[in-house]
């Protein structure tokens, strides 16, 4: 136990700069962002409205109110998002592979560490998921921050009526109206990346071989994990949705112990430096 | 410990703002907008065992919920996954999959493909619904032994329908009659009575009733489709147009109502006095009588035919304020013998329970919101269905 | 005592190692020598788990590898099994922070041998002092056996003079080391037993004092009559 968590406070600290740049880069683009978007629509506003003798109530039939979607959908939100996914991406595999790669031979390091092998897997598991909550939760505290600015840079009477960001379509799969949902999908998402490394950890063990057992094993894991799904497509309404739902949770302990034990297997004996 | 500082102050981060947002937003849905009842006048028993399948527009959200005397609550299922796996039980079936779950594994939930009396319940449906032989499957429930048989019946190959729908099932004297429409792949529509042979387990009959085609006439059936047990009777409509172009308004010719009595296969006209045709769209079958409502600002005049009898009797007036603006049709539901009324009224909606006996007033209340501070001013509250439950 | 006992190891279609045996025991010097590709750098890794075997097994005083036993041995490889980034005293700290056996005293006296500065980041050292500071990160742990690949190749001579120098003090004494080298003649006269490897398999395993005493060989001798008769 004290082990993962040195591993895990080790993994984050290797990531460290890179992450506060990355967020410093989200923060940067996302507020001059949502400034640029309101003060032009507020110029835009005040033009058209100045050109054309428009009232408010006029200029917003024309033009359409302005909500926090405008600026959900604008280009520098949208790439401060997109550059997020990427990195988070590339880091699910660079977080194995550059102990491996180049000058680096820091993977006998960890191999040889007095402590169960599969300590290492559950540290850059954990470290994954923590980079991941920790940017949501950055997004949220700023798209609350963003409210405030748009709020004051754009009258109410141009607003529209919105309460809270629950009607956003991006935000809520990533903020589910409740806590189990929550839970829920990013438990999924731990069970991908965990298949996803376990792959990784087939490259590993068998190199080109490798990368064929891994695409055998990802799509069998996907087969599972989706079976009840699936099940329910071929048999509509056989199942009811509760029973739907537990096997849903059965397949996903079976794909999750499955990646473990399997993961723990490859790391032992499969291994190759 | 203080080399631990990065990892320890993301956890914290992520923890402190997740749980905010979560709790708050639990708070928050306390502010969620309820109603409820409030008696004016009658019966308060009348409300005792009724839940209203609602819903409410606030902007363009549309909320869906059950309304009774302990207040509303909200439908959806506890997990979302629920929603995303299959569409949300309705209330009348959440009991029948209760009692009989394995019998009801695999069936469409609308009760136009159910009948039920105190021994069986039984269930048809059409497989293959869009391929060219269509079989009609029938699963009987005895529903003491909770033992259940099923058998198929092939129908007469018809090339071009496109989709067949179920719409009411009538059981006597070991007949099964079986209402459907066929909707052809030239927009035609056929109203079918299928009559099964539960003994011999074939088809005897698979008339048509009535037939519509696209522009110049078209047929509508006035069944409560909520209903499960035997309706002696099928009530629809035929109306003709004169054979209009593509975007002229149709107009209507003729309106026929037909009542098809099931015990004997024998179709019979309804005649209709003129200042009713107007208010025939909103027929009611119920009880043996066709009702025909016409709503005014005072309240309801229910005009009423005797079906055995085949004469219209004197309506029943029941009054109750309305706000009769004809953007909201007020819901109008009659179910045993008792006429359920919600309007619009200014101060919010009321609801009027009649007596379809007696012709007077059983229960007036409101249903009055809480917390409309987050209604939008002009929100709109729909009825569905009004249900007892016991 | 390090049991290797009919090991077999494929890699693709090459039969790497065939049923190869030998043993290395406690308190004694023992060179895996052989050509290079012949197996040598493979046998250390499949001892410390670091690549599969097909076939065999291996014991480690008796017993198959576990975690604890990264304790008890530790391999030191010809590449830097620290991060490049990292300054040498923190290096010093990550091993601390997990091995009970880092002896952080033995650490200081080995950085003032080899003349480092724990304020240096690996990446910008040497060759021969990266190869100085991988050694110390291996004999600063109080292991009971060293294993360690090829200790001076592409090292000055002076560094291997050092190097060299590690081998006779107390350091090693009571240690079982396992290293590998094709340069013998540097080394012979420190190492106690030798292991003969070709192709996968072992030729001969003999102690460099009897054959000296008894034959009047020395290891080159050996492996001449060997290799080429």
Same mark, same amino acid.
């Given at each position: 136990m004290?082990n993962?968590?040195?591993?895990?406070n080790?993994?984050?600290?290797?990531f460290f700069?890179?992450?506060l740049?990355?967020?410093g880069?989200?923060?940067?683009c996302?507020l001059?962002?949502?400034?640029?978007?309101s003060?032009g629509y507020?110029d835009?506003?005040e033009k058209?409205?100045d050109?054309n003798?428009?009232s408010v109530s006029?200029f917003i039939?024309?033009?359409?109110?302005?909500s926090?979607?405008?600026f959900?959908?604008?280009?520098?939100f949208?790439?401060?998002i997109?550059i997020g996914?990427?990195?988070?991406?590339i880091?699910v595999?660079l977080?194995w592979?550059?102990?491996?790669?180049?000058?680096?031979s820091?993977?006998?390091r960890?191999?040889?560490l007095p402590?169960?092998?599969?300590t290492i897997?559950?540290?850059?598991l954990?470290?994954?998921?923590?980079?991941?909550?920790?940017?949501i939760?950055?997004?949220l505290?700023l798209?609350?921050i963003?409210?405030q600015?748009?709020n004051?840079?754009?009258?109410s009477?141009?607003?529209t009526?919105?309460?809270?960001?629950?009607?956003?379509d991006?935000f809520v799969l990533?903020?589910?109206n409740?806590f189990?949902?929550?839970?829920?999908?990013?438990g999924?998402?731990l069970i991908?990346?965990?298949?996803?490394?376990?792959?990784i950890l087939f490259?590993?063990s068998?190199?080109l071989?490798?990368?064929?057992f891994?695409?055998?094993?990802?799509v069998?894991?996907l087969g599972?994990?989706?079976?009840?799904?699936l099940?329910?497509?071929?048999y509509?309404?056989?199942?009811?949705?509760l029973?739907?739902?537990?096997m849903?949770?059965?397949t996903?302990?079976?794909v999750l112990?499955s990646?473990?034990?399997?993961?723990?297997?490859?790391?032992?004996?499969?291994?190759?430096? | 410990?203080?080399?631990?500082w990065r990892?320890?102050v993301?956890?914290?981060?992520?923890?402190?703002t997740i749980?905010t947002?979560?709790?708050?937003g639990a708070?928050?849905?306390?502010?969620?907008v309820?109603f409820?009842?409030?008696?004016?006048?009658?019966n308060?028993?009348e409300?005792e065992?009724?839940i209203?399948?609602?819903?409410y527009n606030?902007g363009?959200?549309?909320?869906?919920l059950?309304?009774s005397?302990?207040g509303?609550t909200?439908p959806?299922s506890r997990?979302?996954?629920?929603d995303?796996?299959?569409?949300?039980v309705?209330l009348e079936f959440?009991k029948y999959i209760?009692?009989?779950r394995k019998f009801?594994?695999?069936?469409?939930f609308d009760?136009?493909?159910?009948?039920?009396?105190?021994?069986?319940?039984?269930y048809?449906d059409?497989?293959?619904?869009?391929?060219q032989v269509?079989?009609?499957?029938?699963?009987?429930l005895d529903?003491? /032994?909770?033992d259940?048989?099923s058998?198929?019946i092939?129908t007469?190959?018809?090339?071009?329908i496109?989709? +067949?729908q179920?719409?009411?099932v009538?059981?006597k004297?070991?007949?099964?009659?079986?209402?459907?429409?066929s909707?052809?792949?030239?927009?035609?529509e056929?109203?079918?009575?299928?009559?099964?042979?539960?003994n011999?387990?074939?088809?005897e009959d698979?008339?048509?009733?009535a037939?519509?085609?696209?522009?110049m006439?078209?047929i509508?059936i006035?069944n409560?489709?909520?209903?499960?047990?035997?309706e002696?009777?099928y009530l629809y409509?035929v109306?003709k147009?004169?054979?209009?172009?593509e975007?002229?308004?149709?107009? +209507?010719?003729?309106?026929?109502?037909y009542?098809?009595?099931?015990?004997n296969?024998?179709?019979e006209?309804?005649?209709?006095?003129?200042?009713l045709k107007?208010?025939?769209?909103?027929?009611?079958?119920?009880?043996?009588?066709?009702f025909?409502?016409?709503?005014?600002?005072?309240g309801l005049e229910?005009?009423?035919y005797?079906?055995?009898k085949?004469q219209?009797?004197?309506p029943?007036h029941?009054n109750?304020p309305?706000?009769a603006?004809?953007?909201?049709?007020?819901?109008?539901?009659l179910?045993?013998?008792?006429?359920y009324?919600?309007?619009?009224?200014?101060?919010?909606y009321?609801l009027?329970?009649?007596?379809?006996? /007696?012709?007077?007033?059983?229960y007036?209340?409101?249903i009055?919101?809480?917390n409309?501070?987050?209604?939008?001013k002009?929100?709109?509250l729909?009825?569905?269905q009004i249900y007892? +439950?016991? | 005592?390090?049991?290797?006992?009919?090991v077999?190891k494929?890699?693709?279609?090459?039969?790497?190692l065939k049923d190869?045996?030998?043993?290395?025991?406690?308190?004694?010097?023992?060179c895996?020598i052989g050509?290079n590709?012949v197996?040598k750098t493979t046998?250390?890794?499949?001892?410390?788990?670091?690549t599969?075997i097909?076939?065999?097994e291996?014991?480690i005083?008796?017993?198959k590898?576990?975690?604890?036993?990264?304790?008890?041995i530790?391999?030191i490889p010809?590449t830097i099994?620290?991060?490049?980034?990292?300054k040498?005293?923190?290096?010093?700290t990550?091993?601390?922070?997990f091995?009970?056996?880092?002896?952080p005293?033995?650490a200081?006296e080995?950085l003032?041998?080899?003349k480092?500065?724990?304020t240096?980041?690996?990446?910008?050292?040497?060759?021969?002092?990266t190869?100085?500071?991988?050694?110390?990160?291996?004999l600063a742990l109080?292991?009971?056996?060293?294993?360690?690949?090829?200790?001076?190749?592409?090292?000055?001579m002076?560094s291997?003079?050092?190097?060299?120098?590690v081998f006779t003090?107390?350091?090693?004494e009571?240690r079982?080391v396992?290293?590998t080298?094709?340069?013998?003649s540097?080394?012979?006269h420190?190492i106690?037993k030798a292991?003969?490897?070709?192709n996968?398999?072992?030729?001969?395993?003999f102690?460099?004092?009897e054959?000296r005493e008894?034959e009047?060989?020395s290891?080159?001798?050996v492996m001449?009559e060997v290799?080429r008769?």
């Amino acid at each position: 136990m004290k082990n993962y968590l040195k591993l895990v406070n080790f993994e984050i600290s290797r990531f460290f700069k890179l992450y506060l740049i990355l967020i410093g880069l989200t923060i940067v683009c996302q507020l001059i962002g949502v400034i640029r978007v309101s003060k032009g629509y507020m110029d835009l506003a005040e033009k058209v409205m100045d050109k054309n003798q428009l009232s408010v109530s006029r200029f917003i039939e024309q033009y359409g109110t302005f909500s926090v979607q405008r600026f959900v959908y604008s280009e520098w939100f949208l790439m401060s998002i997109y550059i997020g996914i990427a990195i988070l991406i590339i880091y699910v595999f660079l977080i194995w592979y550059r102990d491996w790669l180049g000058k680096n031979s820091f993977i006998y390091r960890l191999l040889m560490l007095p402590t169960e092998r599969i300590t290492i897997y559950f540290a850059k598991l954990t470290a994954i998921m923590l980079l991941l909550l920790g940017l949501i939760t950055l997004q949220l505290l700023l798209v609350l921050i963003e409210i405030q600015i748009v709020n004051s840079i754009v009258p109410s009477d141009f607003r529209t009526y919105s309460y809270g960001i629950s009607n956003i379509d991006i935000f809520v799969l990533l903020y589910p109206n409740t806590f189990t949902a929550f839970i829920l999908n990013y438990g999924i998402g731990l069970i991908f990346v965990a298949v996803l490394f376990t792959a990784i950890l087939f490259e590993r063990s068998y190199r080109l071989k490798g990368i064929f057992f891994a695409i055998v094993y990802g799509v069998l894991s996907l087969g599972v994990f989706f079976a009840p799904l699936l099940l329910n497509g071929f048999y509509p309404r056989y199942f009811y949705p509760l029973e739907i739902i537990l096997m849903g949770m059965v397949t996903s302990f079976i794909v999750l112990g499955s990646t473990i034990w399997i993961a723990n297997h490859l790391l032992k004996h499969k291994i190759m430096v | 410990m203080k080399k631990y500082w990065r990892t320890i102050v993301i956890s914290l981060v992520i923890v402190a703002t997740i749980s905010t947002y979560y709790i708050q937003g639990a708070m928050s849905s306390k502010n969620d907008v309820t109603f409820k009842f409030k008696t004016t006048s009658g019966n308060k028993e009348e409300i005792e065992n009724l839940i209203l399948q609602a819903s409410y527009n606030n902007g363009d959200i549309y909320h869906p919920l059950y309304i009774s005397k302990d207040g509303s609550t909200n439908p959806r299922s506890r997990f979302i996954i629920e929603d995303l796996i299959a569409d949300p039980v309705p209330l009348e079936f959440e009991k029948y999959i209760q009692d009989y779950r394995k019998f009801m594994r695999g069936k469409v939930f609308d009760p136009s493909n159910y009948f039920e009396d105190e021994a069986r319940l039984i269930y048809t449906d059409f497989s293959g619904k869009n391929r060219q032989v269509l079989t009609l499957q029938i699963d009987i429930l005895d529903k003491q /032994t909770n033992d259940s048989t099923s058998f198929e019946i092939t129908t007469p190959t018809q090339a071009n329908i496109s989709w +067949i729908q179920v719409n009411d099932v009538f059981v006597k004297n070991g007949e099964i009659k079986i209402l459907v429409t066929s909707y052809l792949y030239n927009d035609e529509e056929e109203l079918h009575v299928y009559t099964v042979n539960e003994n011999k387990k074939e088809l005897e009959d698979g008339s048509i009733i009535a037939k519509s085609e696209p522009g110049m006439s078209s047929i509508r059936i006035y069944n409560d489709s909520n209903k499960i047990q035997n309706e002696n009777y099928y009530l629809y409509k035929v109306d003709k147009y004169k054979n209009k172009s593509e975007d002229a308004e149709s107009e +209507i010719i003729s309106s026929q109502a037909y009542l098809h009595n099931n015990l004997n296969n024998e179709v019979e006209e309804i005649d209709i006095a003129n200042k009713l045709k107007s208010a025939m769209n909103s027929m009611i079958l119920h009880g043996g009588e066709v009702f025909i409502p016409v709503h005014s600002a005072n309240g309801l005049e229910l005009n009423r035919y005797n079906i055995k009898k085949k004469q219209w009797g004197e309506p029943l007036h029941f009054n109750y304020p309305t706000k009769a603006n004809n953007e909201e049709e007020p819901f109008l539901q009659l179910s045993g013998g008792k006429l359920y009324s919600v309007n619009r009224v200014s101060d919010g909606y009321s609801l009027f329970i009649g007596d379809l006996r /007696t012709g007077k007033s059983l229960y007036e209340g409101k249903i009055i919101d809480e917390n409309r501070e987050n209604l939008n001013k002009d929100y709109s509250l729909t009825i569905d269905q009004i249900y007892s +439950i016991y | 005592m390090i049991e290797v006992k009919n090991v077999n190891k494929k890699y693709g279609r090459k039969q790497v190692l065939k049923d190869l045996s030998f043993t290395a025991k406690k308190g004694e010097i023992t060179c895996l020598i052989g050509i290079n590709g012949v197996g040598k750098t493979t046998i250390m890794k499949a001892i410390m788990a670091l690549t599969p075997i097909n076939g065999g097994e291996i014991l480690i005083d008796g017993e198959k590898i576990r975690k604890d036993s990264f304790e008890k041995i530790t391999f030191i490889p010809d590449t830097i099994t620290m991060l490049p980034q990292m300054k040498i005293g923190e290096a010093f700290t990550f091993m601390a922070d997990f091995y009970k056996s880092w002896n952080p005293q033995r650490a200081e006296e080995l950085l003032q041998f080899f003349k480092l500065d724990p304020t240096e980041r690996i990446a910008n050292l040497s060759k021969g002092n990266t190869a100085k500071v991988n050694m110390l990160l291996g004999l600063a742990l109080d292991v009971d056996y060293l294993l360690m690949d090829e200790p001076f190749s592409g090292i000055d001579m002076f560094s291997r003079e050092q190097i060299a120098e590690v081998f006779t003090s107390h350091l090693i004494e009571e240690r079982g080391v396992i290293l590998t080298t094709h340069e013998i003649s540097d080394i012979e006269h420190l190492i106690d037993k030798a292991v003969l490897i070709d192709n996968g398999e072992v030729i001969m395993e003999f102690s460099v004092e009897e054959v000296r005493e008894n034959e009047g060989k020395s290891v080159v001798d050996v492996m001449r009559e060997v290799y080429r008769g």
